[in-house]
């Protein structure tokens, strides 16, 4: 099995920063793109960004600029910068990685359990 864990998220002032982390432990052989997506209350879930195991980037319109995502692929980690951070950013905060669990499988996706952001004054 593969197990995500999100952490750094929180409460934060309007025009703040925070930097997210998640790692993923467990059966990994290799894995490919990661990323981070978000929730917020009533809402579909939608993307942030995401990161090819080469370093590519892709961001959502509404994020440009504000965040950087990142990785470390010898601690199986991703990383999200964010910085001025608006109330609309209050979501929950989840991390994604699509992982080959053994040599010659195929790549599945997996889901931390989300964090907490709340950006209010």
């Known amino acids: 099995q593969v197990q995500l864990v999100e952490s750094g998220g929180g409460l934060v002032q309007p025009g703040g920063s925070l930097r997210l982390s998640c790692a993923a432990s467990?059966?990994?052989?290799?894995?490919?793109?990661m990323g981070w997506y978000r929730q917020a209350p009533g809402k579909q879930r939608e993307l942030v960004a995401t990161?090819?195991?080469?370093?590519?980037?892709n961001y959502a319109d509404s994020m440009q600029g504000r965040v950087t995502i990142s990785r470390d692929n010898t601690k199986n980690t991703v990383y999200l910068q964010m910085n001025t951070l608006k109330p609309e950013d209050t979501a929950v905060y989840y991390c994604?990685?699509?992982?080959?669990?053994?040599?010659?499988?195929?790549?599945?996706?997996?889901w931390g359990q989300g964090t907490q952001v709340t950006v209010s004054s």
């Open positions: 467990g059966s990994i052989f290799i894995i490919n793109a």
């Open positions: 990161i090819t195991r080469g370093g590519s980037t």
């Open positions: 994604n990685a699509d992982v080959r669990t053994f040599i010659g499988s195929s790549y599945r996706a997996y």
